[in-house]
């Protein structure tokens, strides 16, 4: 057996082999077509030409993309999807699992991106899967996304009370950084609608453990 192999028209390899079977692992896209030339000594060169086969560029998920990945109870979090590779035409669908169990599954669309509100506490993870117009599939697992409920003092929303919290309420009632909602809501201690050094003294005392309370 004499094969000849060719990628987009240009001859790559002609092997001479006894075996009659060709393997075949190629690393570069494109149209790959293997002319196979069979004799003996009884018989006349016969030639077959196997059909195209495409060979695709892999489609791979290069990121996966979260708003947020510590929020509060009834926080809006943004899940998107970049990727690459496979022939275009991508289609996404978006899984959510809390505490490792599936609460919703959505079917594909053109969009890379889906917004969930979430209501309750708990470990969620986004499962993203992508399809391209030759089917190729790839899919995913984002970063855990965390949700508590809001906690008076906690203003960076990692579940404790600490100086690093005073701090970042003295800072925005200095007007030298801002706080999100999230974080103004959890430094307005004594709920009087502002962020001033009176919330950052009580939150100082607090993690100091000089108060027990706001009230």
Do not use: W
Request: with cysteine; hydrophobic share 40%.
């Amino acid at each position: 057996f004499n094969y000849a192999l060719y990628r987009d028209g240009v001859l790559l390899d002609e092997i001479s082999s006894e075996s009659d079977e060709f393997f075949l692992e190629p690393d570069v896209p494109g149209s790959y077509v293997l002319e196979v030339y069979m004799s003996d000594e009884f018989s006349e060169t016969q030639k077959i030409v196997t059909d195209a086969i495409t060979v695709y560029e892999k489609l791979i998920i290069e990121s996966i993309n979260l708003n947020s990945k510590t929020a509060i109870t009834g926080s809006e979090i943004v899940c998107s999807v970049d990727v690459a590779g496979g022939t275009g035409n991508y289609l996404y669908s978006f899984a959510v699992f809390n505490d490792g169990k599936l609460i919703s599954n959505g079917g594909f669309t053109k969009e890379n991106e889906i917004k969930i509100q979430f209501d309750e506490e708990g470990t969620y993870k986004f499962f993203c899967t992508v399809v391209d117009s030759a089917n190729l599939i790839v899919s995913e697992f984002s970063e855990d996304v965390n949700i508590v409920d809001l906690i008076k003092g906690d203003v960076d929303v990692d579940g404790k009370i600490t100086a690093k919290d005073a701090r970042l309420a003295l800072r925005h009632s200095a007007q030298l950084d801002t706080l999100d909602e999230k974080g103004f809501a959890a430094a307005d201690v004594n709920n009087d609608s502002k962020v001033n050094a009176s919330d950052a003294r009580a939150i100082i005392r607090f993690s100091a453990k000089i108060i027990d309370s706001f009230d």
